[in-house]
């Protein structure tokens, strides 16, 4: 067998393969006995018969037929294998010759693995932010407790800013409900401005029983595009007004939320715990300003294929997402403005990045040897199993081999980031002087 690359581009090749006598002599003594398993003559039961009377039976059309086929399907892997290059789909195959008994030719052409060359990645301009909570972040989180320990009165008054409101609302345009336009039974703090522009404003000065008509129009940078800068008109009945009364924040309701002596106290574990919360989130975003800068850095194409699926990969997640939501994946879309053109368009160029960010990853894991044992895969597999234990199906897929490769290259892959965080973390130490 002889083989000749041909690169097609950064990520697709063309192998072009010649089989001689030797390889096709081969491929028909296995085709031969592949077909002779059906062959049923007079005296023998079928698939019995002694191989030459078998093979004489055959015919001649069906062995060439069956011997080429054979000799592409087991030559394949090797003929990559002797290019080097590792094919990620199943290739696509042309005879482009064939002589039986003497040679034949066939291409075979493949999205590939691009080669990798790897940037600078010890030395990242990325920061981490720096972790910092803000007066204005404590005192929203106070006032949500203090509405937590908040004293509700139901009163015969006209309602005003401040008081809660029980009520029925029917959101229409065009004289049509809209989606998510309606509610029963709906607890509204008025003030809070959870609606838009004036919906509380209009229930001002009402009270129990009150039924009426509050004509409205939507901000044109409402995120619901289908209603952005829209007029409507909401059919609204207050069933209920309660008069609230907030605690007053002193030592006393501070010592009733929790193991604290004042409000210094409660503050200060707020922070603490607004601060963890924010330790996540800043970690990711560092995580994702590194690997930004490091596939910048580096040499790497994304290969279709890879592209393709994980393209699948976001449309699987919105899809589940619009679900949830009550709506198709097209409603989805079209609430938000977009075609389906336009989502492709912004979703491929995310899956193109996901794609050369785990091909850097994957090739800086080889070059610094990062890799994840079996026990590290089990334990978490174990992990899975006690978060997924009340799912029999889930808990069927951990026993799949290639969910348990999945798991290890996922874990792999949070490995390497975590080596390129502390390098990189390193780096930002300033130098020590010596004192003189």
């Given at each position: 067998?002889?083989?000749?690359?041909?690169?097609?581009?950064?990520?697709?090749?063309?192998?072009?393969?010649?089989?001689?006598?030797?390889?096709?002599?081969?491929?028909?003594?296995?085709?031969?006995?592949?077909?002779?398993?059906?062959?049923?003559l007079?005296?023998?039961?079928?698939?019995?018969a002694?191989?030459?009377?078998?093979?004489?039976?055959?015919?001649?059309n069906?062995?060439?037929?069956?011997?080429?086929?054979?000799?592409?399907?087991?030559?394949?892997?090797?003929?990559f294998?002797?290019?080097?290059?590792?094919?990620?789909?199943?290739?696509?195959?042309?005879?482009?010759?064939?002589?039986?008994?003497?040679?034949?030719?066939?291409?075979?052409?493949?999205?590939?693995?691009?080669?990798?060359?790897?940037?600078?990645?010890?030395?990242?301009?990325?920061?981490?932010?720096?972790?910092?909570?803000?007066?204005?972040?404590?005192?929203?989180?106070?006032?949500?407790?203090?509405?937590?320990?908040?004293?509700?009165?139901?009163?015969?008054?006209?309602?005003?800013?401040?008081?809660?409101?029980?009520?029925d609302?029917?959101?229409?345009?065009?004289?049509?409900?809209?989606?998510?336009?309606?509610?029963k039974?709906y607890?509204?703090?008025?003030g809070?401005?959870?609606?838009?522009?004036?919906?509380?404003?209009?229930?001002?000065?009402?009270?129990?029983?009150?039924?009426?008509?509050?004509?409205?129009?939507?901000?044109?940078?409402?995120?619901e595009?289908?209603?952005?800068?829209?007029?409507?008109?909401?059919?609204?009945?207050?069933?209920?007004?309660?008069?609230?009364?907030?605690?007053?924040?002193?030592?006393?309701?501070a010592?009733?939320?929790?193991?604290?002596?004042?409000?210094?106290?409660?503050?200060?574990?707020?922070?603490?715990?607004l601060?963890?919360?924010?330790?996540?989130?800043?970690?990711?975003?560092?995580?994702?300003?590194?690997?930004?800068?490091?596939?910048?850095?580096?040499?790497?194409?994304?290969?279709?294929?890879?592209?393709?699926?994980?393209?699948?990969?976001?449309?699987?997640?919105?899809?589940?997402?619009?679900?949830?939501?009550?709506?198709?994946?097209?409603?989805?879309?079209?609430?938000?403005?977009?075609?389906?053109?336009?989502?492709?368009?912004?979703s491929?160029?995310?899956?193109?990045?996901?794609v050369?960010?785990?091909?850097?990853?994957q090739?800086?894991?080889?070059?610094?040897?990062?890799?994840?044992?079996?026990?590290?895969?089990?334990?978490?597999?174990?992990?899975?199993?006690?978060?997924?234990?009340?799912?029999?199906?889930?808990?069927k897929?951990?026993?799949?081999?290639?969910?348990?490769?999945?798991?290890?290259?996922?874990?792999?892959?949070?490995?390497?980031?975590?080596?390129?965080?502390?390098?990189?973390e390193?780096?930002?130490?300033?130098?020590?002087?010596?004192?003189?």
């Open positions: 067998m002889k083989v000749k690359s041909k690169k097609l581009s950064d990520t697709r090749v063309e192998i072009k393969v010649t089989l001689e006598k030797e390889d096709l002599e081969k491929a028909r003594e296995k085709a031969v006995a592949r077909l002779s398993r059906e062959v049923k007079e005296g023998f039961r079928k698939g019995k002694p191989k030459e009377l078998a093979e004489k039976a055959l015919n001649p069906d062995v060439n037929a069956e011997t080429i086929d054979i000799a592409v399907r087991t030559t394949v892997p090797s003929a294998e002797q290019a080097e290059k590792s094919p990620l789909v199943i290739p696509n195959v042309n005879v482009t010759k064939y002589v039986p008994g003497e040679s034949a030719e066939y291409t075979a052409t493949a999205d590939i693995l691009p080669e990798v060359k790897l940037g600078n990645y010890k030395d990242l301009k990325a920061k981490k932010e720096e972790n910092k909570v803000s007066k204005s972040e404590i005192d929203e989180v106070v006032s949500n407790i203090q509405k937590a320990y908040a004293e509700k009165k139901t009163e015969k008054k006209k309602a005003e800013k401040g008081d809660e409101v029980i009520i609302f029917v959101g229409k345009k065009d004289g049509e409900p809209f989606r998510g336009g309606s509610a039974d607890p509204l703090t008025l809070s401005n959870s609606f838009i522009p004036g919906f509380e404003d209009g229930i001002v000065r009402k009270e129990s029983g009150d039924k009426f008509d509050l004509p409205l129009t939507f901000p044109k940078d409402y995120g595009k289908s209603l952005a800068g829209e007029k409507v008109v909401f059919e609204i009945l207050v069933k209920q007004v309660n008069k609230i009364t907030l605690p007053e924040l002193n030592d006393d309701f010592k009733k939320c929790g193991p604290f002596k004042n409000m210094d106290e409660l503050r200060t574990d707020i922070e603490k715990n601060k963890l919360q924010n330790e996540h989130k800043i970690l990711e975003k560092y995580k994702d300003d590194l690997v930004e800068e490091f596939v910048k850095n580096s040499t790497v194409s994304a290969p279709e294929i890879l592209i393709s699926d994980q393209l699948n990969l976001i449309k699987n997640d919105m899809e589940r997402n619009a679900m949830s939501a009550g709506m198709k994946f097209e409603d989805y879309l079209k609430a938000n403005g977009m075609t389906d053109k336009e989502w492709e368009k912004k491929k160029e995310v899956a193109e990045k996901r050369k960010a785990s091909l850097v990853l090739i800086l894991a080889r070059d610094e040897k990062i890799s994840v044992s079996e026990d590290e895969v089990l334990a978490k597999i174990a992990e899975l199993r006690d978060v997924y234990k009340k799912s029999p199906e889930a808990l897929n951990l026993k799949d081999p290639r969910v348990k490769m999945d798991i290890k290259n996922r874990m792999t892959i949070e490995k390497t980031l975590d080596f390129l965080v502390s390098t990189n390193k780096s930002e130490k300033p130098e020590k002087t010596e004192k003189k």
